[in-house]
Protein backbone atom coordinates (compact mmCIF):
# COMPACT_ATOMS: atom_id res chain seq x y z
CA UNK A 1 0.00 0.00 0.00
CA UNK A 2 1.25 3.58 -0.71
CA UNK A 3 2.23 5.07 2.93
CA UNK A 4 1.91 8.88 0.83
CA UNK A 5 -0.76 9.76 -0.67
CA UNK A 6 -0.19 12.47 -3.47
CA UNK A 7 -3.00 14.49 -5.94
CA UNK A 8 -3.79 15.55 -8.08
CA UNK A 9 -2.79 12.48 -10.58
CA UNK A 10 -2.58 15.94 -12.74
CA UNK A 11 -3.57 19.38 -13.28
CA UNK A 12 -3.20 22.79 -15.68
CA UNK A 13 -2.68 26.39 -14.69
CA UNK A 14 -2.13 29.34 -16.59
CA UNK A 15 1.14 31.25 -16.80
CA UNK A 16 1.33 33.07 -13.77
CA UNK A 17 -0.96 31.31 -12.00
CA UNK A 18 -0.86 29.53 -8.72
CA UNK A 19 -0.49 25.40 -8.60
CA UNK A 20 -0.53 23.43 -5.35
CA UNK A 21 -0.04 19.66 -5.11
CA UNK A 22 -1.14 17.93 -1.86
CA UNK A 23 0.03 15.07 -0.17
CA UNK A 24 -0.89 12.87 2.95
CA UNK A 25 0.86 10.27 5.30
CA UNK A 26 0.08 7.63 8.17
CA UNK A 27 3.32 7.38 9.42
CA UNK A 28 3.79 9.67 12.85
CA UNK A 29 7.51 8.28 12.36
CA UNK A 30 8.02 10.10 9.17
CA UNK A 31 10.30 13.44 10.01
CA UNK A 32 11.43 14.12 6.36
CA UNK A 33 9.36 15.49 3.39
CA UNK A 34 11.12 16.32 0.18
CA UNK A 35 9.80 17.40 -3.01
CA UNK A 36 11.10 16.09 -6.10
CA UNK A 37 11.00 17.57 -9.87
CA UNK A 38 11.14 15.50 -12.80
CA UNK A 39 10.92 16.29 -16.82
CA UNK A 40 10.68 13.32 -19.27
CA UNK A 41 13.18 10.90 -19.87
CA UNK A 42 15.50 12.50 -16.51
CA UNK A 43 15.85 11.69 -13.13
CA UNK A 44 14.26 13.15 -10.80
CA UNK A 45 16.00 16.28 -9.26
CA UNK A 46 15.54 17.84 -5.41
CA UNK A 47 13.62 20.42 -5.60
CA UNK A 48 12.67 21.68 -1.76
CA UNK A 49 12.41 19.49 1.60
CA UNK A 50 10.81 20.21 5.12
CA UNK A 51 11.09 19.07 8.51
CA UNK A 52 8.05 18.61 11.16
CA UNK A 53 9.75 21.71 13.14
CA UNK A 54 8.81 24.20 10.59
CA UNK A 55 5.30 24.64 9.51
CA UNK A 56 6.52 26.59 6.38
CA UNK A 57 9.65 26.56 3.85
CA UNK A 58 10.24 29.00 0.68
CA UNK A 59 12.57 28.68 -1.53
CA UNK A 60 12.15 31.26 -4.68
CA UNK A 61 8.44 30.42 -5.89
CA UNK A 62 8.08 27.17 -4.29
CA UNK A 63 6.80 27.20 -1.20
CA UNK A 64 5.92 23.75 1.32
CA UNK A 65 3.54 24.13 3.69
CA UNK A 66 3.64 21.57 6.57
CA UNK A 67 0.61 20.40 8.85
CA UNK A 68 1.90 18.06 11.38
CA UNK A 69 -1.58 17.57 13.16
CA UNK A 70 -3.19 16.59 9.84
CA UNK A 71 -0.50 14.64 8.85
CA UNK A 72 -0.47 16.91 5.62
CA UNK A 73 1.84 18.56 3.51
CA UNK A 74 1.60 20.68 -0.11
CA UNK A 75 3.55 22.50 -2.45
CA UNK A 76 2.79 25.70 -4.15
CA UNK A 77 4.02 26.89 -7.27
CA UNK A 78 3.21 30.13 -7.18
CA UNK A 79 3.51 32.74 -10.35
CA UNK A 80 3.36 29.39 -12.47
CA UNK A 81 6.10 29.49 -15.88
CA UNK A 82 6.21 27.00 -18.85
CA UNK A 83 9.28 25.63 -17.57
CA UNK A 84 7.88 24.49 -14.39
CA UNK A 85 5.91 22.14 -16.66
CA UNK A 86 7.08 18.77 -15.11
CA UNK A 87 5.93 15.74 -12.53
CA UNK A 88 6.65 16.51 -9.27
CA UNK A 89 6.49 13.92 -6.67
CA UNK A 90 6.28 14.34 -2.62
CA UNK A 91 8.19 11.58 -0.61
CA UNK A 92 8.81 10.78 2.81
CA UNK A 93 11.54 9.24 5.12
CA UNK A 94 11.86 8.43 8.88
CA UNK A 95 15.28 8.54 10.81
CA UNK A 96 15.60 5.40 11.01
CA UNK A 97 15.07 4.18 7.74
CA UNK A 98 18.29 5.56 6.37
CA UNK A 99 17.50 7.10 3.90
CA UNK A 100 14.23 5.16 2.58
CA UNK A 101 12.16 7.19 0.57
CA UNK A 102 8.70 6.72 0.14
CA UNK A 103 7.08 8.44 -2.59
CA UNK A 104 4.04 9.69 -3.83
CA UNK A 105 2.34 8.31 -7.18
CA UNK A 106 3.67 12.16 -9.03
CA UNK A 107 1.66 15.07 -10.59
CA UNK A 108 2.15 16.10 -13.42
CA UNK A 109 2.04 19.97 -13.92
CA UNK A 110 1.06 21.58 -17.15
CA UNK A 111 1.81 25.06 -17.64
CA UNK A 112 -0.05 26.72 -20.28
CA UNK A 113 1.58 29.91 -21.92
CA UNK B 1 31.50 16.73 -13.16
CA UNK B 2 30.57 14.83 -9.59
CA UNK B 3 27.60 12.58 -10.58
CA UNK B 4 25.39 9.71 -10.80
CA UNK B 5 25.63 7.99 -14.64
CA UNK B 6 23.56 4.96 -15.23
CA UNK B 7 24.16 3.11 -18.69
CA UNK B 8 22.55 2.14 -21.44
CA UNK B 9 20.03 4.97 -21.84
CA UNK B 10 18.15 2.21 -23.49
CA UNK B 11 18.07 -1.82 -23.03
CA UNK B 12 16.26 -4.32 -24.87
CA UNK B 13 15.24 -7.55 -23.52
CA UNK B 14 14.51 -11.09 -25.30
CA UNK B 15 12.72 -13.50 -23.32
CA UNK B 16 14.37 -15.73 -20.63
CA UNK B 17 17.61 -12.90 -20.67
CA UNK B 18 19.00 -11.77 -17.67
CA UNK B 19 20.38 -8.21 -18.17
CA UNK B 20 22.16 -6.09 -16.49
CA UNK B 21 21.98 -1.90 -15.85
CA UNK B 22 25.17 0.12 -14.60
CA UNK B 23 25.29 2.41 -11.86
CA UNK B 24 28.35 4.78 -10.88
CA UNK B 25 28.59 7.52 -9.04
CA UNK B 26 31.33 10.02 -7.99
CA UNK B 27 29.82 11.97 -5.03
CA UNK B 28 31.68 9.65 -2.37
CA UNK B 29 28.08 9.04 -1.96
CA UNK B 30 28.16 5.45 0.47
CA UNK B 31 24.70 4.70 0.03
CA UNK B 32 22.76 3.90 -3.08
CA UNK B 33 19.12 2.99 -4.10
CA UNK B 34 17.61 1.20 -7.40
CA UNK B 35 13.80 2.67 -7.87
CA UNK B 36 11.39 1.28 -10.75
CA UNK B 37 9.19 3.89 -12.16
CA UNK B 38 6.39 2.81 -13.91
CA UNK B 39 3.45 5.57 -15.06
CA UNK B 40 0.89 6.66 -12.40
CA UNK B 41 2.72 4.64 -9.62
CA UNK B 42 5.47 6.73 -8.41
CA UNK B 43 9.12 5.53 -7.82
CA UNK B 44 9.31 2.15 -5.78
CA UNK B 45 12.60 1.05 -4.25
CA UNK B 46 13.72 -2.42 -5.50
CA UNK B 47 17.63 -2.50 -3.77
CA UNK B 48 19.10 -0.36 -1.71
CA UNK B 49 22.98 -0.18 0.44
CA UNK B 50 24.43 1.34 2.72
CA UNK B 51 27.92 0.55 2.44
CA UNK B 52 30.13 -1.53 0.16
CA UNK B 53 29.59 -5.35 0.52
CA UNK B 54 26.27 -5.13 1.98
CA UNK B 55 22.92 -4.33 0.56
CA UNK B 56 18.92 -5.46 1.56
CA UNK B 57 15.79 -6.03 -0.61
CA UNK B 58 13.34 -3.06 -1.32
CA UNK B 59 9.75 -3.07 -1.97
CA UNK B 60 10.00 -4.86 -4.60
CA UNK B 61 13.16 -6.88 -5.01
CA UNK B 62 11.70 -10.20 -6.36
CA UNK B 63 13.03 -10.85 -10.06
CA UNK B 64 16.40 -8.26 -9.48
CA UNK B 65 19.84 -9.00 -7.76
CA UNK B 66 22.37 -6.53 -7.10
CA UNK B 67 26.15 -6.47 -5.88
CA UNK B 68 27.86 -3.58 -4.41
CA UNK B 69 31.47 -4.53 -4.75
CA UNK B 70 32.87 -1.21 -4.72
CA UNK B 71 31.39 2.16 -3.18
CA UNK B 72 31.31 3.96 -6.90
CA UNK B 73 28.86 1.04 -8.49
CA UNK B 74 25.39 -0.32 -7.70
CA UNK B 75 24.86 -2.80 -10.89
CA UNK B 76 20.99 -4.37 -11.01
CA UNK B 77 20.49 -7.45 -12.60
CA UNK B 78 17.18 -7.76 -14.54
CA UNK B 79 16.66 -11.77 -14.22
CA UNK B 80 14.17 -13.84 -16.90
CA UNK B 81 12.12 -14.33 -12.91
CA UNK B 82 10.93 -10.53 -13.76
CA UNK B 83 7.65 -11.23 -15.55
CA UNK B 84 7.11 -7.62 -16.39
CA UNK B 85 10.19 -5.48 -16.62
CA UNK B 86 9.23 -2.77 -19.14
CA UNK B 87 10.17 0.47 -16.75
CA UNK B 88 11.98 3.41 -16.37
CA UNK B 89 15.17 2.01 -14.16
CA UNK B 90 16.56 4.95 -11.74
CA UNK B 91 19.94 4.49 -9.65
CA UNK B 92 20.30 7.67 -6.49
CA UNK B 93 22.68 7.43 -3.89
CA UNK B 94 23.18 9.70 -0.98
CA UNK B 95 25.49 10.69 1.35
CA UNK B 96 25.86 10.85 5.69
CA UNK B 97 25.07 13.19 8.37
CA UNK B 98 22.44 16.38 7.37
CA UNK B 99 22.56 15.23 3.92
CA UNK B 100 21.87 11.91 4.33
CA UNK B 101 18.42 12.09 3.12
CA UNK B 102 18.98 14.00 0.06
CA UNK B 103 19.21 11.62 -2.94
CA UNK B 104 21.16 12.40 -6.18
CA UNK B 105 19.44 10.82 -9.31
CA UNK B 106 21.16 9.13 -12.47
CA UNK B 107 19.95 10.12 -15.89
CA UNK B 108 17.68 6.93 -15.67
CA UNK B 109 17.77 3.16 -18.06
CA UNK B 110 14.85 2.68 -19.98
CA UNK B 111 14.42 -1.27 -20.33
CA UNK B 112 12.13 -2.85 -23.06
CA UNK B 113 11.33 -6.41 -23.54
CA UNK B 114 11.83 -7.37 -27.43
Known amino acids: QQQVKQSPQSLIVQKGGISIINCAYENTAFDYFPWYQQFPGKGPALLIA?????SEKKEGRFTISFNKSAKQFSLHIMDSQPGDSATYFCAASSGDSWGKLQFGAGTQVVVTP | DGGITQSPKYLFRKEGQNVTLSCEQN?????MYWYRQDPGQGLRLIYYSQIVNDFQKGDIAEGYSVSREKKESFPLTVTSAQKNPTAFYLC?????????????FGPGTRLLVL
Open chain 1, 50 to 54: IRPDV
Open chain 2, 27 to 31: LNHDA
Open chain 2, 92 to 104: ASSGRGGDQETQY
